[in-house]
């Protein structure tokens, strides 16, 4: 998604961000290209066009100007950083939340940096906003806009070198229903090649009405100086035009559109109408640089970054006048025994022996990797061994006492995507509590509600509809001093109630918890509530 000569926007800074529009930031780039050669900026425009037909008067709703102390890390009121491996792309690094690989500069900007060890592994870095409700009012339009260099390193020292600025569907944090929930490319660039690829993934993987895993794209455009020079990379979501469109920028000039009309309404809706999270990361290796090229090899460079100067978000016009909600995702076919597509657990298998085990509900998964911590011992991380006989993944882990207690999540691969689950406790000797029952009660008003103990360290909740049929739940809840998790429920026939049995809830701890459903294909939030585990 690079393409057009370059600026370096140092001069541009001179005046506050906040007070410029990006209509704005538009008009003083080419004033200065204007200034500089009057006919390099004809040329300019018989190439590109730079055109940008939308709304006249724009809203900042967030940003972020990568200001701090060079070597910090970034600011965690603003963004998440991913770490592990795999991500469903081919890619070889490991993505860490090392200053090494994501920091500021000192000079206003964000680092990631890709770092090669000596026995030739690759750390680097990816960060999402944790923000998930940038969106385009209905009516009106989102603009989501970065000023980045792209790492400065070309030839085969840039081999494997994958830089992208890109965002998600918020729906995905929740289900990881890619690509319907939607993935809109904003600046993709490989090997070091000065171009720029933008693209929407939408609709089911492979194929379906958006190509994947290829998706709709601009194909490769020429973006010279895009490595040594910051430039301007935007995104527009419009839905104030008939069909709805996705514009791609460079330096204000719009180089590639997908129109709603390319796909089918459902497809685009799941896509686009909601509500999306940002991403920046830079990648080593995977599928797209293997198309060009491949690597890394011996000859990449270790150390160059991605430098981001700036990311902004705006919308401008709609009849609600701001972030619309995100629209109802499709149920689940077939919901899963946990809500999370996965059964779990820990067996004794002796006075000084536990199994952990991990079973996939309906589908197949690539690995599982087992992550465990003792009481007062070093985190472990294991890849299980599938289980053909009992069609699960499984680890026997020694040397333990009655009444440790062990803290555990799972890392698994399912259809080319890596997840991460929340975390459980076991404790070494004790018998693992049943699942409540849960009692029938009289439904009254709209739904009912609940928070039980379903043991020492458990709480389930449960969400009723009263006469109606609920086309998903979601629950979100937050352990005191923890951080915030949002889970798919599950529908239990014989209750006529959806449930969720969360681990690592403490006697005395409180819970803050609240739901999100549909009903008539509408999708509804309700009021918060609070439980304290007995």
Known sequence: MRFITHKDDSDVRSLPRQKRSPVQRVCLLVACVLLISLSAALAFASVS??????????????????????????????????????????????????????????????????????????????????????????????????????????????????????MLGAQFRVDHNWPQDGEVDTMEDINGLSSVFGTLHCGVDPGGPCNETTGIGSGQRTCSGCQTAFHTYSVIIDRSVSPEQIRWYLDGANYFTVSANQVDPTTWANAVDHGFFIIFDLAMGGGFPNAFGGGPTSATRSGVPMLVDSVNVYTAGGSTGGVTPTPPPSPTATPTSTGSGFNQGVSSTGSSQAQFWFQPSGWTAGYVILHYTVSGQAAQNITMTYNSSTARWEYNVGGLRSGQTITYSFTYQQGGLQYDTGGYTYTVGSSPPPTPTPTPVTCTGNFNQAASSAGSTQAQFSFQPCGWTAGYVIVHYTVAGQTQQNVQMTYNSSSGQWTYTAGGVNAGQTVTYSFTYQQGGLQYDTGTYTWTHP
């Open 49 to 166: 066009n730079p055109t940008r037909a939308h709304a006249a008067t724009w809203n900042q709703i967030w940003s972020d100007d990568f200001n701090g102390a060079a070597g910090t890390g970034v600011n965690t009121s603003n963004w998440l950083y991913d770490t592990g491996t795999g991500w469903g792309t081919g890619e070889i690094e490991t993505m860490s939340s090392s200053t090494k690989n994501v920091s500021l500069d000192g000079n206003g900007h964000l680092a990631i940096t890709p770092v090669r060890d000596s026995s030739g592994n690759w750390t680097s870095g990816r960060i999402e906003s944790q923000r998930s409700d940038f969106a385009a009012p209905v009516g009106g339009e989102l603009e989501v806009t970065a000023s980045i260099q792209q790492p400065n390193v070309s030839g085969a020292a840039a081999a494997g070198y994958w830089p992208a600025f890109w």
